[in-house]
Nanobody
Framework: QVQLVESGGGLVQAGGSLRVSCTAS????????MGWFRRAPGKEREFVAA??????????SYADSVKGRFTISRDNAKNTVYLQMNSLKPEDTAVYYC?????????????????WGQGTQVTVSS
């Protein structure tokens, strides 16, 4: 059974940093685009970042709201994807979800993704 397990969420002050991780099991990790989404209270789930993998390496994509502040990376040997979040703002407060989409094309649409983690809470205080 495929599992995506997030970790690393928590409470941080505005301007601070946090790294969340997601470890996958029971999938061929390198064959999947790995994405991060988030859902803030009262809002819809939104795309944050994604990273693919192919013969030439990894390519990344970011939402405009996090570009330059967040960095997504993956370690295929550990079946893990990371999201390093710097210069955090109160509006980054949300539940962050890891997701896996088979293939190499990066999508920003949640329905494209095959598997989801349970989410980890990130709270940024002002």
């Amino acid at each position: 059974q495929v599992q995506l397990v997030e970790s690393g969420g928590g409470l941080v002050q505005a301007g601070g940093s946090l790294r969340v991780s997601c470890t996958a099991s029971e999938i061929k990790f390198s064959s999947y685009v790995m994405g991060w989404f988030r859902r803030a209270p009262g809002k819809e789930r939104e795309f944050v970042a994604a990273v693919n993998w192919n013969w030439s390496g990894a390519r990344t994509s970011y939402a405009d709201s996090v570009k330059g502040r967040f960095t997504i990376s993956r370690d295929n040997a550990k079946n893990t994807v990371y999201l390093q979040m710097n210069s955090l703002k109160p509006e980054d407060t949300a539940v962050y979800y890891c997701a896996a989409d088979f293939g190499v094309v990066i999508s920003t649409r949640p329905y494209q993704y095959d598997y989801w983690g349970q989410g980890t809470q990130v709270t940024v205080s002002s």
